[in-house]
């Protein structure tokens, strides 16, 4: 009977690099936790409780415990592929404590960030070695390239539809504008704080008002300046604040601004308080995603007593698929999949309904649709079109011929400014 030596040398050579690899991966995933730990628990938002953050934090913790159970146990094909998506996590980690450097300095849980940044690139050399080392080449060469290009064209989906959208809801609920922009408002105005119904504190500043009308220009402090001194030329008070998670305010961000009602509600209290504001008279101006939020809040409170929605389109799945055209928008429908469910659970949120099915909800709430002919690429037209034709009266729309994404008051500003104050001042000011 013929023996097969059994090459030892070469065994114990892969044991020890097995054994390495898995010493340094276990490492790097748990630096990668340590960031998760710090970011939910230890150091959350100002404002926030850690209770709030379970979600999103016992998810990836869930899943990196998954990779440490599994690492060792798989084929170098399966560890590879592991090592290079908990890779890109753990580097898309330490992007959030990078954005803040560079933008204010160092604080809280940006320290750990790095760690998380260097698990990352671990985790993406251990990943790359190990396939490279486990590649196949004792077999047929076109059979191997032809399986190559199968595994090439795996890999691009799993970016395309997986790891991108996750990435884009990692920075959409990690990171905002940190700083507080310079004030440019053409008049004298005061520095407020009000607070939400979930306690976080909300900063910003106050145009007061000269015909006892008021009017929310949002979101943020920056993009409404145009807006705000506007209004305050005609005698309008005008209201700007950073949203929850922004700037000099308190919370958690979500760009897409998910739950950020809450703020508008807040918002409007803080008018009717004020002695130079009659409550029935508080208006709003919200742009992009200031504008959706804005169609969720006076969907749910008569506090407003008319808005302007100027670039508004969608905020999620639920837009995606409501939304006119859903037939040329298929392939995209996987990776907004991805994406909804990424923020859900990063931001502790369900996606709010969509907008077309709020702004039936407004009445008698007069509310005023504006966007531009090519904003967005043109898309901008189909849900206005459709919001304006589910809304009841009183209503208005305008498309800005040759307006970009809320670009209105640039593009066309004296009739921008005709149509927007003629809506406001028949809503807010006494017809005497």
Known sequence: MNEIAVPTASLAAAGSRL???????????????????????LQPEPGTAATGNLISALVPLGLIVAALVLYPRVRPGFRS?????????????????????????????????????????????????????????????????????????????????????????????????????????????????????????????????????????????????????MLARHGYGVLLFDRRGEGASEGDPNVFGWGGERDLFAAAAYLRSRADVDGSRIGAIGLSVGGEMLIHAAAHTDAFAAIVTEGASGQSLRDELANPGLAGRLLDLPAQVSLTAAVAVLSGELPPPSLRSEVARIAPTPVFFIYGEHGQGGTEARPNKAFYAAAHEPKRIWEVPGGQHIAGITTRPAEYERRVLGFFDGALLPTD
């Open 19 to 41: 054994c390495a690899e898995g010493v340094v991966a276990r490492v790097a995933l748990a630096l990668i936790a340590l960031h998760v730990v710090d970011d939910n628990f």
């Open 81 to 229: 592929g592991i090592a290079l998506v908990f890779g890109a996590l753990g580097v898309l980690g330490g992007a959030e404590a990078a954005y803040y450097t560079a933008n204010g300095g160092m604080s809280g849980d940006d320290y750990t960030g790095y760690l998380s940044l260097a698990g990352g690139l671990l985790l993406l050399g251990v990943g790359s070695a190990t396939l490279w080392r486990s590649r196949r080449r004792n077999d047929s060469r076109p059979w191997r390239y032809v399986r190559r290009l199968f595994r090439a064209a795996g890999a691009a989906v799993v970016v395309m539809f997986v790891l991108f959208p996750l990435a884009l809801a990692y920075v959409v609920t990690h990171t905002a504008r940190a700083e507080v922009p310079r004030a440019d408002l053409g008049t004298a105005y005061e520095k407020i704080e009000f607070t939400t119904s979930d306690g976080l504190l909300l900063k910003g500043w106050y145009i007061p008002s000269k015909n006892r009308a008021a009017v929310i220009a949002f979101p943020g402090r920056s993009g409404p300046q145009k807006q705000a001194r």
